[in-house]
């Protein structure tokens, strides 16, 4: 166990005493509404690229493919990552470009959750180089035997806050330019730098969802028994996601936390719903995904929010090493709910499940499956949640499931 995790709850953070209010300060207003801006901005920039890129060219720009420079080393975790890939992604449809899954180097500390994952080990669980017509090594030996020539394009930052020039066919050096320029199918463009979309690209979304999909089935066919090994399938698995393992441990971050008054408010609406839908709470089980000392969590109030109603909550907290199922089991849930944090953009995009979306940051469009708006009160629009819990169950047979799991057991 790390030292770190060690430390008395008494020097950790604490939200004792403080009341739980959604309302936010002017600081916090200020900041909110430039985030609304920039998700305008966001949209509009997705509206300008595409519309720029194939009214001047009809023939759709290029035939070759695109992937990131080797050895490119970006900063934050597995939900950064996901960000730069959907990103690629997005250039790739947008340029008609083949994309080529290239392994990121990340900086990170592998203490915390959704990071200190091997590589190897991540891209079998996302399955991202499946189904490739020319992998990595292909592209390699392609470039080594000059079979394939190599066009460098250098971007960095996040995408939305790039001018409009950036992304515009005419302008010198910008992707769609170089494309254009050289459109030939044996062409491999290469992306330097960390460049990242705030939000997510609808055909990014399926695409991972495609790939994840059949690297679980893959999986399901070769490994027994079943890999969820932490989820009753006789219940609704609800995945809470809580970021906390780096912002516990780092001073000056603590004020990202969010209060557990939100996700109270919110599982407790969640369990009216599911109510609603005839599921009543003895079925429905709680699972929350963090990091940190499990007598923190205790002590403010996680482990006791549903005492009473007959739903189940456990912790999964404290193991580094169990990231990566971690992942699996978040994504794969009936219902997700995120948190404040890039890793739950990341299963959120995996998942076909129900995704409650946090309600802070950018609110992300419907560019999930199922998902569901949510508010900082911890409250939802109760019939557009109800629709998404039918939806869910009637795509991926839960309550089907459930009762074949009850007939078995007994």
Same mark, same amino acid.
């Given at each position: 166990?790390?030292?770190?995790?060690?430390?008395?709850?008494?020097?950790?953070?604490?939200?004792?005493?403080?009341?739980?209010?959604?309302?936010?300060?002017?600081?916090?207003?200020?900041?909110?509404?430039?985030?609304?801006?920039?998700?305008?901005?966001?949209?509009?920039?997705?509206?300008?690229?595409?519309?720029?890129?194939?009214?001047?060219?009809?023939?759709?720009?290029?035939?070759?493919?695109?992937?990131?420079?080797?050895?490119?080393?970006?900063?934050?975790?597995?939900?950064?990552?996901?960000?730069?890939?959907?990103?690629?992604?997005?250039?790739?449809?947008?340029?008609?470009?083949?994309? !080529?899954?290239?392994?990121?180097? *990340?900086? +990170? $500390?592998? @203490?915390?959750?959704?990071?200190? %994952?091997?590589?190897? &080990?991540? #891209?079998?669980?996302?399955?991202?180089?499946?189904?490739?017509?020319?992998?990595?090594?292909?592209?390699?030996?392609?470039?080594?035997?000059?079979?394939?020539?190599?066009?460098?394009?250098?971007?960095?930052?996040?995408?939305?806050?790039?001018?409009?020039?950036?992304?515009?066919?005419?302008?010198?050096?910008?992707?769609?330019?170089?494309?254009?320029?050289?459109?030939?199918?044996?062409?491999?463009?290469?992306?330097?730098?960390?460049?990242?979309?705030?939000?997510?690209?609808?055909?990014?979304?399926?695409?991972?969802?495609?790939?994840?999909?059949?690297?679980?089935?893959?999986?399901?066919?070769? !490994?027994?028994?079943?890999?969820? *090994?932490? +989820? $009753?399938? @006789?219940?609704?698995?609800?995945? %809470?996601?809580?970021? &906390?393992? #780096?912002?516990?441990?780092?001073?000056?971050?603590?004020?990202?936390?969010?209060?557990?008054?939100?996700?109270?408010?919110?599982?407790?609406?969640?369990?009216?719903?599911?109510?609603?839908?005839?599921?009543?709470?003895?079925?429905?089980?709680?699972?929350?995904?963090?990091?940190?000392?499990?007598?923190?969590?205790?002590?403010?109030?996680?482990?006791?929010?549903?005492?009473?109603?007959?739903?189940?909550?456990?912790?999964?907290?404290?193991?580094?090493?169990?990231?990566?199922?971690?992942?699996?089991?978040?994504?794969?849930?009936?219902?997700?709910?995120?948190?404040?944090?890039?890793?739950?953009?990341?299963?959120?995009?995996?998942?076909?499940?129900?995704?409650?979306?946090?309600?802070?940051?950018?609110?992300?469009?419907?560019?999930?499956?199922?998902?569901?708006?949510?508010?900082?009160?911890?409250?939802?629009?109760?019939?557009?949640?109800?629709?998404?819990?039918?939806?869910?169950?009637?795509?991926?047979?839960?309550?089907?499931?459930?009762?074949?799991?009850?007939?078995?057991?007994?």
């Amino acid at each position: 166990m790390v030292p770190s995790l060690l430390l008395s709850t008494l020097s950790l953070p604490t939200f004792r005493g403080i009341p739980f209010s959604p309302k936010p300060t002017k600081e916090r207003k200020k900041k909110n509404d430039k985030l609304t801006n920039l998700e305008t901005r966001v949209n509009k920039m997705k509206h300008f690229f595409n519309v720029q890129v194939h009214e001047q060219n009809q023939s759709l720009l290029g035939s070759g493919y695109i992937r990131f420079a080797p050895a490119t080393s970006c900063g934050g975790g597995l939900g950064m990552m996901l960000s730069y890939v959907r990103t690629l992604l997005f250039f790739s449809f947008a340029t008609n470009l083949t994309y !080529v899954h290239s392994p990121l180097t *990340l900086k +990170f $500390d592998s @203490r915390f959750l959704s990071k200190g %994952v091997e590589h190897g &080990a991540m #891209d079998a669980l996302l399955g991202f180089s499946w189904g490739e017509r020319c992998g990595k090594q292909c592209i390699d030996d392609g470039l080594n035997q000059g079979n394939l020539r190599r066009v460098v394009y250098r971007q960095k930052g996040l995408l939305e806050q790039q001018p409009r020039h950036v992304f515009s066919p005419e302008t010198r050096g910008s992707l769609p330019g170089l494309v254009m320029a050289n459109p030939e199918p044996d062409v491999v463009f290469e992306v330097e730098g960390c460049v990242s979309m705030g939000t997510v690209s609808k055909r990014a979304q399926r695409w991972m969802l495609q790939h994840f999909k059949a690297a679980c089935e893959r999986r399901a066919a070769a !490994v027994a028994p079943a890999p969820l *090994l932490r +989820f $009753d399938e @006789r219940c609704w698995n609800v995945a %809470v996601h809580y970021r &906390a393992g #780096d912002l516990l441990f780092s001073p000056g971050m603590s004020y990202r936390l969010l209060h557990p008054g939100y996700y109270n408010a919110t599982l407790h609406n969640l369990l009216g719903a599911l109510d609603e839908y005839g599921v009543p709470a003895k079925y429905v089980c709680v699972h929350i995904f963090s990091q940190g000392p499990t007598q923190w969590f205790r002590r403010e109030g996680f482990l006791n929010m549903l005492d009473g109603t007959g739903a189940s909550t456990t912790l999964w907290a404290g193991n580094p090493n169990s990231t990566v199922d971690d992942i699996l089991h978040l994504a794969r849930s009936d219902v997700l709910v995120m948190g404040r944090s890039t890793m739950s953009v990341a299963v959120a995009t995996l998942s076909s499940g129900v995704v409650i979306l946090n309600g802070w940051d950018i609110k992300y469009p419907h560019e999930f499956i199922h998902a569901v708006p949510w508010r900082r009160d911890g409250s939802g629009k109760r019939d557009e949640l109800l629709h998404q819990l039918k939806a869910a169950d009637h795509a991926n047979g839960i309550q089907q499931r459930r009762r074949r799991a009850s007939e078995q057991k007994v």
